[in-house]
Nanobody, 126 residues
Framework: QVQLVESGGGLVQAGGSLRLSCVAS????????VAWFRQGPGNEREFVAA????????YYTDSVRGRFTISRDNAKATVTLQMNSLKPEDTAVYYC???????????????????WGQGTQVTVSS
């Protein structure tokens, strides 16, 4: 059974940093593309960042590029999202996602991922 478990959310002031982690189990992690999505109050779930299974390419939504960094440790089956220079508009529940068969054209689409974590709340105060 595949499980993704996020941690690291919390309350931070604008300009601060948080580091989210997602530990995967029940899958051959190195074969999976991984991603972070977020869903703010009243909003649809939106793409934040992704990394292909080969680990060499990363993708970001424009609003976080240069502030957030996605990385993975295949040995630990972990994907991390380092978030710097946080803004109030980054407030959301953050979800990690994984799938083995994500094609490049779909990497930003939530529907491309079969496996999801339970989410972790990030709140940025102004």
């Amino acid at each position: 059974q595949v499980q993704l478990v996020e941690s690291g959310g919390g309350l931070v002031q604008a300009g601060g940093s948080l580091r989210l982690s997602c530990v995967a189990s029940g899958l051959t992690f190195r074969r999976y593309s991984v991603a972070w999505f977020r869903q703010g109050p009243g909003n649809e779930r939106e793409f934040v960042a992704a990394m292909r299974s080969n680990g060499g390419h990363t993708y970001y939504t424009d609003s976080v590029r240069g502030r957030f960094t996605i990385s993975r440790d295949n040995a630990k089956a972990t994907v991390t999202l380092q978030m710097n220079s946080l803004k109030p508009e980054d407030t959301a529940v953050y979800y990690c996602a994984a799938d083995q068969g994500v094609i490049l054209s779909s990497i930003r689409q939530a529907g491309a991922y079969d496996y999801w974590g339970q989410g972790t709340q990030v709140t940025v105060s102004s």
